[in-house]
């Protein structure tokens, strides 16, 4: 009887996770210095910034895209190896420049946002762009926690309350509740309302912006157009659901009083104002479902 060799199931032919040889030594070391340069940062910001209503989505945002990059970090470290660091190295220089700059003139915005151009420097010093285009959402996605200008964020805010303010005003007069307005301040019956900027601001809408793109992204659609009428969508959405809080302030202040109005209920109505938005949102998802397809079509 003739003997065959059993076979064995070799193992596949995978890339290697890391390039050949990989500098754990550099790694570690910007690494560490990464930690060094942004652990005092989001103290300061969790002292500063994220502890007011308006700014306040900061350290979630963080968290999601720290999930995404976890998320991701298989196919990162399986992504061929192909660094770039003639782009990585000016890359990093200029985001430590960027971080010096904002971390000692106190200017915020340069402060954070050079951490993702040293993320993205450190991928391509030692991966390269394939695992830069793997990482690239949750990288996109920490500029939603970037604190915004002061001076532009004043400038935007202040048109907007007025505008909810006036929108809710003449909502609530036509349902025939006492009330009246005058610029951002509303009375309704023997009480005063001042519409803050947590209540219709540039920084809600811009967190409402970022819920719908995490959306579109969990959702994996395809089609740009799209993913674009349903991002432009987004604003005047994140305008209505402000409106729709503003409302619920001013019922609950005129049937409960003051104290009601600006105690427990006054936080639960951000919570309302996120429910109300991702509410639009998906019924604005249903019906753009109707003319533009979620996905493009692959030509077999």
Same mark, same amino acid.
């Given at each position: 009887?003739?003997?065959?060799?059993?076979?064995?199931?070799a193992?596949?032919?995978?890339?290697p996770?890391?390039?050949?040889?990989f500098d754990?030594?550099v790694?570690?070391?910007?690494?560490?210095g990464l930690?060094l340069?942004?652990v005092?940062?989001?103290i300061?910001?969790?002292?500063?910034?994220?502890s007011?209503?308006?700014?306040?989505?900061? $350290?979630?945002?963080?968290?999601?895209s720290?999930w995404?990059l976890?998320?991701?970090r298989?196919?990162?470290?399986?992504?061929?190896?192909?660094p770039?660091p003639?782009?990585?190295?000016?890359?990093l220089?200029s985001?430590?420049?960027?971080?010096?700059?904002?971390r000692?003139?106190?200017i915020?915005?340069f402060?954070?946002?050079?951490?993702?151009?040293?993320?993205v420097?450190?991928?391509?010093?030692?991966?390269?762009?394939?695992?830069?285009r793997a990482?690239?959402?949750?990288l996109?996605?920490?500029?939603f926690?970037v604190?915004? $200008?002061?001076?532009?964020v004043?400038?935007?805010t202040?048109?907007?309350?007025?505008?909810?303010?006036?929108v809710?005003?003449?909502?609530?007069?036509?349902?025939?509740y006492p009330?009246?307005r005058?610029g951002?301040?509303?009375?309704?019956?023997p009480?005063q309302?001042l519409?803050?900027?947590?209540c219709a601001?540039l920084?809600?809408m811009?967190?409402?912006?970022a819920?719908?793109?995490?959306?579109?992204?969990?959702?994996?659609?395809?089609?740009?157009?799209?993913?674009?009428?349903?991002a432009v969508?987004?604003?005047?959405t994140?305008?209505a659901?402000?409106i729709?809080?503003?409302?619920?302030?001013v019922l609950?202040?005129?049937?409960?009083?003051?104290e009601?109005g600006?105690g427990f209920?006054?936080?639960?109505?951000g919570?309302?104002?996120?429910?109300v938005?991702?509410?639009?949102?998906?019924?604005?998802?249903k019906v753009?479902?109707?003319?533009?397809p979620a996905?493009n079509?692959?030509a077999?």
């Open positions: 009887m003739a003997m065959h060799p059993a076979h064995v199931n193992p596949p032919n995978r890339q996770l890391l390039p050949v040889g754990w030594v790694f570690a070391l910007l690494s560490a930690l340069l942004y005092p940062a989001y300061d910001l969790a002292k500063t910034v994220w007011t209503d308006e700014q306040g989505h900061g $350290p979630i945002i963080l968290a999601v720290l995404l976890f998320i991701k298989h196919d990162i470290a399986a992504a061929p190896s192909d770039i003639w782009l990585g190295w000016p890359l220089v985001g430590l420049a960027f971080y010096a700059l904002g000692s003139q106190d915020i915005m402060e954070i946002s050079a951490q993702i151009v040293l993320l420097a450190m991928l391509l010093i030692f991966k390269g762009t394939r695992a830069l990482a690239w959402f949750p996109f996605f920490m500029f926690m604190p915004l $200008p002061e001076a532009l004043a400038a935007v202040a048109p907007l309350k007025s505008a909810v303010s006036a809710a005003a003449s909502l609530l007069y036509t349902l025939g009330v009246g005058t951002v301040v509303m009375t309704v019956g009480y309302l519409v803050a900027d947590a601001g920084n809600s811009f967190t409402l912006e819920l719908g793109i995490l959306y579109m992204y969990l959702m994996k659609y395809t089609n740009p157009l799209r993913n674009i009428v349903l969508l987004l604003i005047p994140a305008f659901a402000n729709v809080r503003v409302m619920i302030l609950v202040t005129y049937h409960f009083g003051d009601a600006q209920v006054h936080g639960f109505a919570m309302v104002l996120f429910m938005a991702l509410l639009l949102m998906l019924v604005l998802d753009l479902g109707l003319a533009l996905h079509k692959v077999v």
